[in-house]
């Protein structure tokens, strides 16, 4: 079994990838803004079966991959490494996207669409994948007992830590995005923190010695 603080680590790295301005982000604020709560809550239930399906894959394909391939951990630790770094410059270049910059003109849509929309919103979005892709070697290993298990137990972590903090965000949306609106200068802080923290988990991850 994977150990706590290696898990904890997982969950706040988790929690930085869920608060960087994407297409699960951005739709379902846009939704509780301009149609309600219950419309953002109904969106979030199809991003989080969305969660389930990219899981799902990469679970079993990381399985096959690093039990046949003798260096694809190593390959895959460093891809998740510049994947950080990627992100961190993302987070903080100039031009960037704020956390509540969003699209507040969109119709209302009934629920089977609301869910339908975050279920491929999710689905189709290569962020995930590779999120996935590149964290989970991060914390897997043989030595804690089956891939498969590991894999699972990290993506219902993750899933876990998304449907939290999207699900408060979405309770204070209209709120918060008035609050960030006449506080720029916060937004410019939360990006830079956010990027310090994500070339530090780079680092780490590039330093650490393996399996």
Request: with cysteine; net charge positive; aromatic share 14%.
């Amino acid at each position: 079994m994977i150990p706590v603080s290696q898990l904890l680590l997982f969950a706040f790295a988790a929690l930085l990838m869920v608060l960087v301005p994407g297409p699960n982000m951005i739709y379902l604020i846009s939704r509780s803004v301009t149609q309600g709560r219950k419309a953002g809550y109904i969106s979030l239930a199809g991003v989080a079966c969305g969660f389930l399906f990219h899981i799902t894959l990469v679970s079993f394909g990381l399985t096959a991959i690093l039990m046949a391939v003798p260096y694809a951990y190593t390959v895959l630790k460093m891809t998740g490494s510049a994947y950080l770094l990627y992100l961190a410059w993302q987070t903080v270049k100039p031009g960037g996207k704020g956390l509540f910059d969003t699209n507040t003109q969109l119709e209302a849509d009934k629920p089977l669409k609301l869910f339908s929309m975050g279920l491929f919103t999710n689905m189709l979005n290569p962020k995930v994948a590779v999120f996935y892709l590149s964290f989970f070697p991060q914390f897997i290993k043989p030595a804690y007992g089956s891939v498969l298990g590991q894999s699972f137990l990290l993506g219902l972590t993750q899933i876990a830590v998304s449907f939290t903090v999207n699900f408060l965000i979405i309770s204070f949306a209209a709120g918060v995005t008035r609050w960030f609106s006449a506080n720029p200068k916060w937004v410019r802080i939360q990006k830079w923190v956010m990027g310090g923290v994500f070339g530090g988990l780079a680092l780490k991850m590039a330093l650490d010695k393996g399996k």
